[in-house]
């Protein structure tokens, strides 16, 4: 799947969180070369910041949005939360029982899960009550329970399940104010990013960010409200939460 398909690149404003990460990066990129009338990346070394070890950060970031959305008479049309974590200060994921940490726990759960928790609370406000609009949360393969055959990654896949529980609450909700609304988790696939380059095997196939960013938005495209709540690949085959 390539390019950004018309069902998607409606008029309105579009907004990615993560936009400094791997695949946001990739997925800001593409979505600016489509026919969105506003594209805006959010992270923590844009111009619009979010940090989501700061909350007044999330609140701050989504009333410049809205302030956007009012100037420029356009609602926003499409969320994409491209943010997360794996490895890194303060640790590795777990292969263990063992390995469990706390502060690595800490972490990985708030980035993972609290801070897209807050980015509900704040930005799916902003949705229109009426008409198309979509919220992509990017999860991974690995948060699904019932997929879950090699274990290990506890922090990680925990936090994945929580955030795919998250989206599917926030879906119902959404739904309540909008019935034209879609929110979901995604899985990119293994992608070429900072995330996944320590774990890269030999003969594991890691896509370039950008085909997981026009395979996502070819998949955000082609969902209707029916499909609201659910884990879809990039493949746009549904996952076992
Ligand atoms: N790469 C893969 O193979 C793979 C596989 C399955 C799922 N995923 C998921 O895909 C998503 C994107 O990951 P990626 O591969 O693009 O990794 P990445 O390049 O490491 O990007 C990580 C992203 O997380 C954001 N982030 C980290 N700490 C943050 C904080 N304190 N506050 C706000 N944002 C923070 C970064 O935001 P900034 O913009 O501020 O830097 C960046 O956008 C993640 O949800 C990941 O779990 C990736």
Known sequence: ???TPAAIASAGLAAVIGAGGGLGAALLARLQQ???ARVLGLGRHAELR???????SIAAAAQAVAAVCRQASLELRL???ATGFLHGEPGQPERSWANLDAAYLTHVFAINTLGPALVMKHFLPLL?????CVAGFVSARVGSIGDNALGGWYG???????LNQ??????IELTRRNRQSICVALHPGTVDTALSQPFAKTGLKVRPAQDAADDLLA???GLVPADTGCLVDYRNQKLPF
């Open 156 to 162: 990680y896949r925990a936090s994945k399940a929580a």
């Open 79 to 81: 969320l994409v939360v």
């Open 219 to 221: 998949v955000l495209g």
């Open 166 to 171: 998250l989206v599917k609450t926030a879906s």
């Open 50 to 56: 979010i940090d989501y070890l700061d909350e007044s």
């Open 128 to 132: 229109p009550r009426q008409g198309r």
């Open 1 to 3: 799947m390539t390019g």
């Open 34 to 36: 489509g026919s969105y």
